[in-house]
C-alpha cells in the first residue's frame, strides 16, 4: 500500500488548497521556521483520527480553520483528505481509498471514507494493525520522541502492541468483555423474570380453573335464562289478546254514557243563560251603587285630610322656626372655626419653608461627598492598576531571569561539533563563490515568469471554489430532501400498518373487521376509518363520538346478526353494529335549530364531517344533535338559552350533555390517532409527492452545477500545472540559490567564527552570569516595588471606605429630613382642606335659611286653599248619599228572581252530574285497560328484545331452544346456579387467557435462558483464545523487535549495546517495557542522563526496529533529526534510504544531510503574511551536470 497524496484546504496557515503528491522513497519537506511545514504533519495526524487539540499545538478546535489574515477573510471550514493506493491492506474493496476529515467553525465535524459519510470509529477500525494511526510510530515528532523516552514502562507497550498487530485483537477482547458483561446481565435479567412470572403462574392457574368453572355454570344460567324469557314472551302474549276483547267492551258503554251526558247539559246550558242575563243587569246596579259608594268615601276621606293638613301646617310652622335657630347658630360656629384653622396653617406652612431649607443644604453637602467618593474611587483604581503592572513587570523579569539561566546552561555545549564544522567549510567555500553569481540572474527572469502565471491560476482557483461551493450547497439541501422524504415514506407505511391491523382497536371490533367470513361483504368498516374529520375539528368529533368510534356501520341487520354470532362463538367480546337499513336518524328540532346561528356556533357535527354518501346515514344518526361550539363561554350560553337540551361540545374537547353536565379537562393526544389515519396518510401522501418534485427540481440543479464545477476545475488544474511547472522550475533555481548562499554564507563565517568558539563562549557565558546578577537584582527590586503598590492600593482602599461611610450616613440623615418635611407638608394640606369645608358648610347652612323663607310662605298659601274645598265638599257629599239609596232598592228585587231560576239549574246539574260520575268510571276502566295493555305489550316487548339482545334468536326459535323442566324446578335451578357463581367469588374473565399467555412467555424466557448460558460459555472460551493468541503473538513479536534494536543501535551509534525488557515475563498481556542502553565506551545509563542527541539516535534505532519488523506504509517524521549532528544526521539519512524501498518517508527538516537523500522536495514558505504557500521540486529528475557545477 502507498499513500498516493494528501490534499488539504484552510488547514491552521494554508488558505488555499494543497495537493502534495508522494511516490516511493523521501518526501523531503522544508522551510525556514514559522513557515507552517510542521503543519502538514499536524494535518496527517488530524485527518488519521487525532481528538486531542494540544497534540496539534493548538488549544481550541477552531484553531486549525485559517483565521485571516490583513488581506484574507476567515474562513470557516478546514479539510484534510488522504489518499491511499490500497493493495489490499485495507480491508475495503477499493483500488484507491480517500480518507477525509472536514471541521466547521460552528464546531460540526464530519468523517469520509471514498466521500461517504462515516464514524470516526470507522477510521480508526481501517487502520488497524496496519502501523497507521495518529497515536502510532507513524507519525514521530520530538513532543512523541519524549513521550517513548519519558513514559512509564506500563505505557510505552501501547507502542509495541500497535507494531506486533495486537491492537485489533485488544479492541475484539474489548468488544467480546462488553458483550460477556451484556451476556451476564441479560441472564440476570431474564431469570428475574422468569422467577417473577413463576410466582404468577401458580395463582393465575387457580384463577384460570375458576374462570372455566365459572364460564361453565354461566352458560347453562343463559340456557335457564332463555327459558324463562321465552315462556315470558308466550304468556305475556296470551295475557294481550285477553285484554284487548275486554278493552273494546268498556269503549262501547263509555260512549253511550257519554251521549246521555250532552243531551242533560244541553237543557241546563239553557236554563244558565237566563240566570246570566239576571246577573248582568244586578251587576249593572251593583256597579252604579258602587261609584256612589265610592265617591261618598272619596268625598270623607278628602274632608279628613283637609282637616289634618290644616293642624299639619301650625307644626311645620313651629319645626320651622327651630331649625332658623340651629342653622343661625351654626353659622357662627363655622365662621370662628374658619378663624383658627387660617392661623394654623400659616404657622404650618412656615415650617414647611424652614424644612426645605433644611433639606437643600443637605444635598449640597452630598454632592461635595460623591465627589469626594468617586475621587477617592479614582485613587484606588490607579492603585489597583499601579500593582498590576508591577506585578506583570515581575513575572517578565522572573521569565527573563530564567531565559539566562537556560542560555548559561546551553553555552557550554557544541565545541566538538564546531571543530568538525570548520574542516568542512574550508574544503567547500571555494567552489561556491562563482556558481551563486550565476544562479542569481537565472532566477530574477524565472521569477517574473511565475508571478504572470500565479495570477492566471488564482483567477482560475476562485472560479472553482465558487462552483464547489455551490455544488456542495446543493447537494446539501439534496441530501435533506432525501432525508424528508425518506421520513414521509416511513411515517405513510407506519400509518397504513397500523390501518391494515386496525392498531388501537379492541379485540372485538378488530375481529370483526379483519374476519374472512361470508358474511363480512356487508361490513362497510368502523366509523373512525369511514370518517375524514378536518383538523381544526379533530378534538371535538373525538369527544361527540366518545366510546362509538369503534361501532361498526353494516349493510343491514342479517350481516350485524351473523357477527354477533360470530363474536359469540368466538368469545371474543361486544361490539355496536349501525345496521343503515334499520338506522333512524333524528335530526334537531325546530328551536334547537336556532342555536347553530349563535355566537360561537360552528355548525353540527355531522355537517363537519366527511364520509361516503352510502354511510353518510351512519354519520348523521351519531353526530346530528351535537353541536360543536369554539369556546366553552360560547357553549355555555348557548346550553342556557336552549334550557340545557343540547348536546354542545367545543374544539377544545369540553362536552355539555342535556340537563347540565359538563366534562371537560386535559387529555393526552395520540399520534396517529386510528380516528383520523385516512385522513393522515393523505395527507402525507401530499407532501411525499411534493417532496418528490423537490428531489427532481434538485438533482438537475446539481447535475448543472456538477457540470460547471468540472470546467471550473479543468481551468484549475491546466492553471495549476502552468504554475507548477514554473514554479519547479523557480525551486530548482532557488533551492540551488539558497543552498549557495547558505553553504558560501556558511563557510565563509564558520572558519572566524568557529576559531574563536572557545573564546566567544567564555565571554558570552561571563556577560551572561553578569546579566543574571544584574536581572536577579532587578527582580528584588520589582519584588520590594510590589509590595509598596500593594499597600498603596490598600490605603486608598481604606480612605474610600470611609468616604462611602460618611455618604451612607448622610444618606441617613437627608432621608430622615425628607421624611419630617413630609410631615410638615400633609399637615399643612390637612389644614387647609379642613377650611375649605368650613366654608362649604357655611355656605350650605346660608342657603338653608334662604329655603326655609321660603317654605314658609308656601304652608300659609296651602292653608287658606284647603279651607276653600272643605266648604265645597260637605255641600256635595247629600247629594250623592240620595242616589245611593234608590239603587239599593231595585237591586234587591232582582236578586229574588235569580234565585228561583237557580233551583231549577242545581236539578239539571244533579242530573248531569249522575251521569258524568258513571261515564268516569267507565272511561277509567277503558283507562286501566290501555294502561295493562301497554304493560304487557312493554313486558311482551323486552321478553322478545331481551331474546334478541342476549341470544340473538327470535321469540320462536326461543322457544324450540327451551329447556324441557317445569317452572318451579327452573327457578330452583336458577338459584343454585345462581349460588354456585357467587360462591366462586370475583372471577377474572381474561384468566385463561392471561394464564395461557404467562405460560408461553415462561417457556420462551426458559429458551431465552438457555441460549445466553451458552452464549456465555462460548464468551468466556473466546476470551481464553484471544488471550492465548495475543500472548504468542506479542511474545513473537517482541523477541524479533528486540533483536532488530540491538543490531540497528550498534550501527547507528557505531558500537555500544541496546535492549528491550518485559517488566514481567508471566503477565505478557499487560507488563510494562523498559528500555537499556549502554553508550559505546560508557557504562550503562538511564534514559534521562543520556543527551539531546543520544536520546533522539535511541528513538530512531527504536523506529527502525519497528519498521524492520512491520514495514508501514508509510512514515511522518517531523524534525527528529535536529538535535543530531552532522556526522549522525548523515547516518540517519543512510538508513532512510535503507528502509525506503519498503516505506515512504515524509521528512519535515531543515538539516542538509537529510535534504540531501530526499527523492522529492517540498518547500513551505511564507510569502503573505499568516499565509503558507506550497513549492514542490523532484531531486531524482533534475539535471545531474547542474548539480555537479
Known amino acids: 500500500m502507498q499513500l498516493k497524496r494528501l490534499e488539504a484546504y484552510g488547514f491552521k496557515s494554508f488558505a488555499d488548497k494543497i495537493t502534495i503528491e508522494f511516490d516511493h522513497g523521501i518526501t523531503a ?223 262501547d258503554e263509555a260512549l253511550a254514557l257519554e251521549t246521555a251526558a250532552k243531551q242533560a247539559g244541553a237543557a241546563r246550558e239553557a236554563l244558565q243563560k237566563e240566570i246570566l242575563e239576571l246577573e248582568q243587569r244586578m251587576k249593572d246596579g251593583a256597579e252604579e251603587s258602587e261609584k256612589l259608594r265610592q265617591k261618598l268615601e272619596a268625598a270623607s276621606r278628602e274632608i279628613a285630610t283637609l282637616e289634618e293638613r290644616q293642624g299639619q301646617s301650625g307644626a311645620a310652622r313651629e319645626r320651622i322656626q327651630s331649625r332658623r335657630a340651629e342653622l343661625q347658630e351654626a353659622l357662627v360656629q363655622s365662621v370662628r372655626e374658619i378663624g383658627r384653622l387660617s392661623g394654623e396653617a400659616a404657622e404650618k406652612k412656615r415650617k414647611l419653608g424652614e424644612a426645605e431649607a433644611r433639606e437643600k443644604s443637605q444635598q449640597e453637602r452630598a454632592a461635595k461627598i460623591a465627589a469626594i467618593v468617586a475621587e477617592r474611587k479614582k485613587a484606588a483604581e490607579a492603585s489597583g492598576k499601579q500593582r498590576e503592572a508591577k506585578q506583570e513587570e515581575l513575572s517578565a523579569a522572573k521569565q527573563a531571569l530564567a531565559i539566562l539561566d537556560r542560555d548559561i546552561e546551553a553555552g557550554s555545549e557544541g565545541q566538538a561539533e564546531r571543530q568538525a564544522a570548520i574542516a568542512a567549510a574550508q574544503r567547500k567555500q571555494s567552489t561556491l563563490r562563482v556558481q551563486q553569481s550565476e544562479m542569481t540572474a537565472a532566477l530574477a527572469k524565472k521569477e517574473s515568469e511565475l508571478q504572470a502565471a500565479v495570477k492566471a491560476q488564482q483567477a482560475a482557483r476562485h472560479a472553482q471554489q465558487q462552483a464547489q461551493a455551490k455544488q456542495s450547497a446543493l447537494r446539501e439541501q439534496q441530501e435533506k430532501r432525501v432525508q424528508r422524504a425518506s421520513s414521509l415514506h416511513e411515517k405513510i407505511d407506519f400509518l397504513q400498518h397500523m390501518q391494515e391491523e386496525y392498531e388501537g382497536f379492541g379485540k372485538a371490533p378488530k375481529a370483526v373487521l379483519q374476519s374472512q367470513e361470508p358474511w363480512h361483504e356487508g361490513i362497510s368498516g368502523a366509523i373512525a376509518e369511514l370518517l375524514t374529520i378536518p383538523q381544526p375539528y379533530m378534538t371535538a368529533i373525538e369527544v361527540a363520538l366518545g366510546g362509538n368510534q369503534q361501532n361498526i356501520v353494516t349493510q343491514d341487520t342479517e350481516t350485524a346478526k351473523a357477527a354477533i354470532a360470530f363474536l359469540k362463538r368466538k368469545h371474543l367480546g361486544r361490539v355496536t353494529f349501525l345496521p343503515l337499513s334499520t338506522l333512524s336518524v333524528q335530526y334537531p328540532k325546530e328551536r334547537e335549530k336556532e342555536a347553530e346561528n349563535g355566537e360561537g356556533a360552528i355548525g353540527w357535527a355531522n355537517e363537519l364531517v366527511e364520509i361516503d354518501d352510502s354511510c353518510r346515514k351512519a354519520a348523521d344518526f351519531l353526530l346530528a344533535r351535537i353541536l360543536v361550539v369554539d369556546t366553552l363561554d360560547h357553549a355555555l350560553a348557548l346550553a342556557k338559552k336552549q334550557d340545557y337540551r343540547l348536546r354542545i361540545v367545543t374544539l377544545t374537547g369540553e362536552f355539555l350533555a342535556p340537563g347540565g353536565s359538563l366534562s371537560g379537562g386535559g387529555r393526552a393526544r395520540k399520534e396517529a390517532s386510528f380516528l383520523n389515519r385516512s385522513g393522515e396518510i393523505e395527507a402525507l401522501r401530499e407532501k411525499l409527492i411534493a417532496c418528490q418534485q423537490e428531489l427532481d427540481d434538485g438533482k438537475q440543479a446539481v447535475r448543472k452545477a456538477a457540470a460547471r464545477a468540472a470546467v471550473a476545475e479543468k481551468g484549475q488544474a491546466d492553471a495549476l500545472a502552468l504554475v507548477q511547472q514554473k514554479s519547479v522550475e523557480r525551486a530548482e533555481l532557488r533551492v540551488s540559490l539558497e543552498r549557495l548562499q547558505e553553504n558560501f554564507a556558511a563557510q565563509e563565517q564558520s572558519v572566524q567564527e568557529l576559531l574563536a568558539a572557545d573564546a566567544e563562549r567564555q565571554a558570552t557565558f561571563a556577560e551572561n552570569q553578569n546579566k543574571r546578577v544584574l536581572q536577579a537584582r532587578s527582580v528584588k527590586a520589582l519584588a520590594d516595588a510590589l509590595e509598596a503598590a500593594k499597600k498603596e492600593a490598600e490605603e486608598s482602599r481604606l480612605d474610600l471606605e470611609d468616604a462611602e461611610q460618611d455618604a451612607a450616613a448622610l444618606g441617613k440623615c437627608m432621608q430622615e429630613e425628607a421624611l419630617q418635611r413630609a410631615v410638615l407638608e400633609q399637615e399643612w394640606k390637612r389644614s387647609a382642606e379642613q377650611m375649605a369645608l368650613y366654608r362649604q358648610e357655611k355656605q350650605r347652612g346660608e342657603q338653608s335659611l334662604a329655603e326655609l323663607e321660603q317654605e314658609e310662605q308656601q304652608l300659609e298659601a296651602r292653608a287658606e286653599e284647603s279651607q276653600k274645598r272643605l266648604q265645597e265638599l260637605e255641600h256635595t257629599s247629600q247629594d250623592w248619599q240620595d242616589s245611593f239609596d234608590a239603587a239599593q232598592k231595585a237591586q234587591r228585587g232582582l236578586y229574588g228572581m235569580r234565585m228561583e231560576k237557580m233551583a231549577a239549574g242545581q236539578e239539571l246539574e244533579a242530573k248531569g252530574r249522575e251521569l258524568a260520575r258513571r261515564r268516569s268510571r267507565k272511561q277509567e276502566e277503558v283507562h286501566q285497560l290501555d294502561v295493562l295493555a301497554a304493560k304487557i305489550q312493554m313486558a311482551l316487548q323486552d321478553s322478545q328484545q331481551a331474546i334478541l339482545r342476549e341470544f340473538g334468536l327470535t321469540p320462536e326459535r326461543a322457544l324450540e331452544e327451551a329447556l324441557d323442566i317445569e317452572p318451579q324446578d327452573l327457578r330452583s335451578r336458577m338459584q343454585s346456579l345462581k349460588k354456585e357463581m357467587d360462591a366462586l367469588g370475583p372471577v377474572n374473565p381474561n384468566a385463561v387467557e392471561e394464564y395461557e399467555n404467562l405460560q408461553k412467555r415462561h417457556d420462551f424466557m426458559k429458551k431465552q435462558s438457555a441460549d445466553l448460558i451458552e452464549a456465555k460459555e462460548n464468551l468466556g472460551r473466546i476470551l481464553a483464545e484471544m488471550d492465548e493468541a495475543m500472548t504468542k503473538q506479542f511474545k513473537e513479536a517482541f523477541a524479533d523487535i528486540q533483536r532488530y534494536f540491538g543490531e540497528i543501535f550498534v550501527r547507528l551509534f557505531g558500537g555500544g549495546k541496546a535492549e528491550l525488557k518485559m517488566l514481567d515475563e508471566h503477565d505478557v498481556l499487560h507488563t510494562g517495557i523498559d528500555i537499556l542502553v549502554t553508550l559505546p565506551q560508557k557504562k550503562r545509563q538511564s534514559l534521562a542522563a543520556l543527551s539531546g542527541g543520544e536520546r533522539a539516535l535511541t528513538v530512531i534505532a527504536l523506529l527502525f526496529a519497528f519498521l524492520r519488523y512491520r514495514p508501514s506504509p508509510f512514515s511522518v517524521l517531523d524534525e527528529i533529526d535536529a538535535p543530531l549532528d552532522e556526522a549522525n544526521v548523515m547516518r540517519f539519512g543512510r538508513f532512510l534510504q535503507e528502509f525506503a524501498e519498503q516505506t515512504q518517508f515524509i521528512v519535515v527538516t531543515h538539516r542538509k544531510g537529510t535534504m540531501e537523500v530526499a527523492d522529492t522536495m517540498y518547500g513551505v514558505t511564507v510569502e503573505e503574511t499568516g499565509v503558507s504557500r506550497l513549492l514542490s521540486v523532484r531531486l531524482d529528475e533534475l539535471d545531474t551536470a547542474s548539480l555537479e557545477k
Not at 481501517?126 to 514502562?153: C, K, V, Y
Not at 507494531?163 to 441472564?187: M, Q, W
Open 29 to 251: 519537506i522544508v522551510g525556514p521556521n514559522g513557515s507552517g511545514k510542521s503543519n502538514i504533519t499536524d494535518a496527517v495526524r488530524w485527518v488519521l483520527g487525532e481528538q486531542n487539540i494540544r497534540n496539534l499545538r493548538g488549544t481550541r478546535s477552531e484553531d486549525i480553520i485559517f483565521a485571516g489574515s490583513a488581506q484574507r477573510r476567515p474562513l470557516n471550514i478546514a479539510e484534510v483528505s488522504l489518499i491511499f493506493d490500497n493493495d489490499g491492506t485495507l480491508p475495503v474493496d477499493f483500488r484507491e481509498v480517500a480518507v477525509t476529515r472536514r471541521l466547521y467553525r460552528s464546531g460540526e465535524s464530519e468523517y469520509f471514507i471514498n466521500r461517504s459519510r462515516c464514524r470516526l470509529k470507522d477510521i480508526y477500525q481501517l487502520f488497524a494493525d496496519t502501523g497507521i494511526g495518529h497515536d502510532g510510530m507513524s507519525i514521530i515528532g520530538q513532543n512523541r520522541m519524549e513521550d517513548i523516552l519519558n513514559s512509564r514502562p506500563e505505557d510505552r507497550r501501547a507502542f509495541f502492541e500497535e507494531t506486533a498487530g495486537i491492537t485489533k485483537f485488544r479492541d475484539r477482547k474489548r468488544e467480546t468483555v462488553r458483550k460477556l458483561t451484556d451476556t451476564e446481565n441479560n441472564l440476570l435479567r431474564v431469570q428475574d423474570i422468569m422467577q417473577e412470572i413463576e410466582t404468577q403462574l401458580e395463582p393465575l392457574a387457580r384463577h384460570a380453573e375458576k374462570t372455566r368453572q365459572y364460564n361453565a355454570l354461566h352458560e347453562e344460567y343463559r340456557r335457564c335464562q332463555l327459558t324463562k324469557f321465552a315462556r315470558s314472551a308466550k304468556r305475556e302474549a296470551e295475557r294481550k289478546a285477553a285484554n284487548e276483547e275486554k278493552l273494546g267492551k268498556a269503549r
